[in-house]
């Protein structure tokens, strides 16, 4: 496998939306058309137009064109919006309607070096994307300064993130993901985004993160 991060989501200077790797309903029923339409068409899809507004701000800002008042605000817009776009492109490629279902290799040694098991790494991660206060997101990643697997609870996109966590592995739990054909219960939208892990990709994300 070669050891390449694919750079989808940005070609010719911009940030671009990947197309999803399925069809809109091919999640079903775990995961509805509805929402996977909206979720990648309008809610990624503004975080995409939203990364290039921000940067193009900063750049005329940087060249003079801007009033440099406007910094904090678009540095700010910039992290939520990149944030939001790199989060969004892992999710969509980490599920699949025939996801290979467990984690086996050197991912698998890391889990088990890390979290004991790995239905004890599982229960850490659902229990944290359970916990994310508003909107967030649970995000397995590889910690290179501890050369070890860790998991965090970002909120919003951009917040409470460890710099340097390389995702793997991510679970969007704002309302937009889930409540169409859940209403409140994160829970059970939850379990049901367990079920979609395609361990494959995680695996390959894992390759290119450690070597
Ligand atoms: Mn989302």
Redesign the pocket.
């Known amino acids: 496998m070669p050891c390449c991060p694919c750079r989808i989501g940005y070609q010719d200077g911009q940030y671009v939306l990947p197309p999803l790797p399925y069809d809109y309903n091919a999640l079903e029923p775990l995961m509805d058309e509805a929402t996977v339409r909206l979720?990648h068409d309008k809610?990624?899809a503004a975080y995409v137009a939203g990364a290039n507004a921000a940067a193009a701000k900063l750049r005329a800002i940087a060249e003079g064109q801007v009033d440099a008042s406007l910094t904090t605000p678009e540095t700010r817009n910039l992290s939520f919006h990149v944030s939001?776009h790199i989060?969004?492109s892992i999710?969509w490629t980490n599920m699949s309607p025939t996801p290979k279902k467990t984690p086996e290799g050197k991912l698998a040694e890391a889990i088990n070096a890390r979290f004991g098991s790995f239905e004890a790494m599982m229960n850490v991660f659902k229990n944290v994307a359970a916990g994310v206060e508003g909107s967030g997101w649970a995000i397995l990643g590889w910690e290179p300064i501890s050369g070890q697997l860790a998991i965090c609870g970002a909120e919003k996109h951009q917040n409470l993130e460890m710099p340097g966590l390389v995702p793997l592995l991510v679970c969007?739990v704002?309302e937009?993901?889930y409540y169409l054909l859940h209403q409140n219960n994160r829970k059970a939208y939850i379990e049901n985004f367990v079920q979609l892990i395609n361990w494959a990709d995680v695996e390959q994300r894992f390759q290119e993160a450690t070597c």
Request: hydrophobic share 35%; no cysteine.
């Open positions: 979720h809610h990624h939001g989060l969004h999710f969007d704002w937009h993901a």
